[in-house]
């Protein structure tokens, strides 16, 4: 099925509803690896690589959600936007919120983390974009469906990238998408704080994700 055929609702999906969901699922995740330890051992070749990889993620979903805000900051429901990165998918901010939760999975080492992560994100997101899809079009019609048949569900298309000659933000936005980056931030000494109580025999771990 797709957006178009949804009927429009008469109001915005509930954003704060989709932070408290999302959040709670972060703090169960990090629950979650507690009670787990990765296959491959802290220090090893491995280990580190896909340390370092999740930390580079981790760093393209910060940096991916402030430049996708800089776009909707302050407008979101309220106009229809499709430059910048919404130009490429309709939704970034979702795609860069998946690509930091793969990211939080390699950074912990695990392959089966990441891919258990990355999957939970887009199946929440995935609801979370119909839902408010249904609103906007309903709000914006048309336009609206012109706009997605151009435009990919989540998966960016870079060859579909357009800007516009002006931009404006809003500094509140901006400040608080700022402060949402720094949950996935805080995972990083999170991680390094259960493998020093691990390799010291504080932290057992009932299950090895490889």
């Known amino acids: 099925m ?6 429009p609702v008469s109001k915005a999906f509930v954003q704060r509803k989709r932070l408290i969901f999302t959040r709670v699922a972060a703090v169960l995740a990090v629950l979650l ?14 280990h580190e690589t896909l340390e370092f990889l999740g930390f580079c993620l981790v760093l393209a979903c910060v940096a991916g959600r402030l430049w996708s805000i800089l776009y909707v900051g302050g407008k979101k429901n309220e106009e229809l ?16 919120s998946t690509v930091g939760a793969v990211g939080i999975g390699l950074l912990y080492g695990s392959l089966v983390a990441a891919a258990v992560l990355g999957v939970a994100s887009f199946l929440i997101f995935r609801v979370t974009a119909r839902k408010e899809a249904e609103y906007l079009l309903g709000k914006f019609g048309p336009a609206y469906s012109a706009y997605i048949k151009a435009t990919p569900r ?7 990238y357009r800007d516009s000659d002006e931009l404006q933000f809003s500094t509140r936005a901006l400040k608080r998408t700022f402060f949402d980056g720094l949950y996935f931030l805080a995972i990083f000494p999170i991680i390094e704080l259960v493998e020093y109580l691990r390799e010291n025999g504080l932290l057992p771990a009932i299950i090895t994700l490889y």
């Open 33 to 46: 690896l507690f009670l787990t330890k990765p296959a491959l051992s802290e220090g090893s070749h491995g």
């Open 81 to 96: 936007v499709s430059a910048g990165p919404f130009s490429m998918t309709q939704n970034p901010l979702y795609f860069f």
């Open 154 to 160: 989540f998966w960016p298309n870079p060859l579909l």
């Open 2 to 7: 797709t957006y178009a055929s949804l009927k």
